[in-house]
């Protein structure tokens, strides 16, 4: 098997800014181009230095070459979104579509682990944890290309959501991207190019594993991960598709075996009220700075979190996400919890409507400005005037949808001695390791 190509979504705006640094030859008329340039998008056709097209791709002349494109927001919906200039190696294709030109850089599968590796790490991580990440990135793209290929050859359709007059449940998954393989940002894997330092470590871990990726019964594991499981992993299946994956299981983030049941609602609340042992459980500034870069340091709780949701500010948030008017809201009841205590399903009752929403994204979505940390939480009211609560207190666990590899987890196995076929054994148990190319 040759070394596979990536086709990763960067943006989508109706005007790029970008510049080649060094020569770049545009496939649709020979070319050559370098410096600052611009495309936009005027009645469904790109205008770029005077011309009109269907679409442009851009081939560097030189494979060391780059291309730069300016405001590139990472973060998307998160509460670190902002806006960067980002660099990358490789192709450069522009798409129109409806809601202006998609960029895609089109780029060896190697170079994209190295820039994901730290991007959503820091690149001074661990040589084990970094080995792990490269494995793990490497067999959930791939598992996601293959999933891609399968669907398109079938021509099965694929839904994402069900709404019913009280019950709304959506997940979100890769499966929204049609003109691409994968997009940059934390819905896919976090990718920033060249931007993001790399190190010789995190080159050494893309080497060392080279075309090594998870597999278990033959297939190609959909190998997932969050920053901060919360002392439980959860269930794939109750995060997105209801397709179970054995590898994808519920156990402690810890050497216990111990596991209890927070499906059940006292022992979840037990368990987010408190603060059981787990790798994941530090404050160690070394362990987390393998993880979290900087903008990611700016959040300081996340094994155990609070959040406080004031009545104008709760009706009013959940009235924009949702374009549903619930009136004030009288409570949140949680109707169906994970394997990790993490809500699949919540009840919000308000003074107008009451819906059923679910899956942990889409609940996350609907109670924070960007994402709650994550939907393992219990429900404290503060205050009543006329029946009606007038805060809501959150008391939660871990940052993320908890499944697979939990990354403050494996930077601690790593860090008191694991190796990095014992990190994957831990949090994908019964997988194989394969080279494929």
């Not at 269907?54 to 560097?60: A, K, N, Q, S, V």
């Not at 084990?128 to 359709?157: C, D, F």
């Not at 819905?187 to 998870?214: D, F, P, W």
């Not at 996340?302 to 949702?322: A, P």
């Amino acid at each position: 098997m040759d070394k596979p190509v990536v086709n990763v979504g960067i943006l989508t705006e109706k005007e790029i800014l970008f510049s080649f640094n060094g020569k770049y030859i545009n496939a649709e008329t020979g070319q050559f181009l370098s410096g600052e340039q611009r495309a936009v998008l005027i009645n469904n056709q790109i205008v770029f230095n005077g011309d009109r097209y269907d679409d442009l791709f851009f081939e560097p002349a030189h494979k060391d070459n780059s291309f730069d494109i300016k405001a590139v927001t990472i973060g998307v919906q998160f509460h670190w979104q902002r806006k960067e200039d980002e660099r990358f190696k490789g192709a450069l294709n522009l798409v129109p579509t409806p809601e202006g030109i998609t960029v895609i850089n089109q780029v060896l599968i190697e170079e994209y682990l190295t820039s994901v590796i730290s991007s959503e790490m820091s690149a001074t991580a661990s040589e084990e944890l970094l080995k792990a990440h490269a494995v793990i990135s490497r067999s959930w793209l791939l598992a996601q290309i293959e999933k891609s290929n399968n669907l398109s050859k079938t021509k099965e359709h694929y839904t994402t959501n069900h709404q019913t007059d009280t019950e709304i449940i959506k997940w979100y998954d890769r499966e929204d991207h049609i003109l691409f393989d994968v997009c940059a940002d934390d819905h896919c894997q976090r990718y920033q190019g060249i931007t993001r330092a790399s190190s010789n470590k995190v080159k050494n871990a893309i080497a060392t594993t080279e075309g090594l990726i998870l597999t278990a019964e033959g297939k190609i594991c959909d190998a997932r991960f969050s920053k901060c499981c919360g002392g439980m992993t959860e269930l794939f299946e109750n995060c997105w598709e209801p397709v179970s994956h054995p590898y994808l299981q519920a156990f402690e983030d810890s050497q216990s075996e111990d596991v209890p049941d927070l499906t059940c609602e006292a022992n979840a609340d037990t368990w987010i009220r408190t603060s059981p042992k787990a790798f994941c459980n530090t404050t160690d500034k070394g362990i987390l700075s393998q993880v979290l870069n900087n903008y990611d340091q700016e959040t300081t709780d996340f094994y155990r979190w609070k959040v406080i949701l004031k009545q104008e500010e709760i009706s009013e948030l959940i009235k924009r996400k949702s374009g549903i008017d619930f009136g004030s809201i009288k409570n949140l009841v949680p109707v169906e919890r994970g394997t990790s205590g993490r809500l699949i399903k919540l009840r919000i009752e308000g003074t107008k409507k009451t819906m059923t929403i679910g899956k942990e994204l889409e609940i996350r979505r609907y109670l924070s400005e960007s994402h709650l940390y994550s939907s393992a939480f219990v429900i404290d009211k503060e205050g009543k005037t006329k029946g009606v609560p007038q805060a809501f207190i959150l008391t939660g666990a871990g940052w993320g949808h908890g499944v697979g590899l939990c990354q403050i987890g494996a930077a601690m196995m790593g860090a008191i001695g694991y190796n990095y076929k014992q990190i994957l054994s831990h949090y994908f148990r019964g997988t194989e390791l394969e080279k494929r190319y």
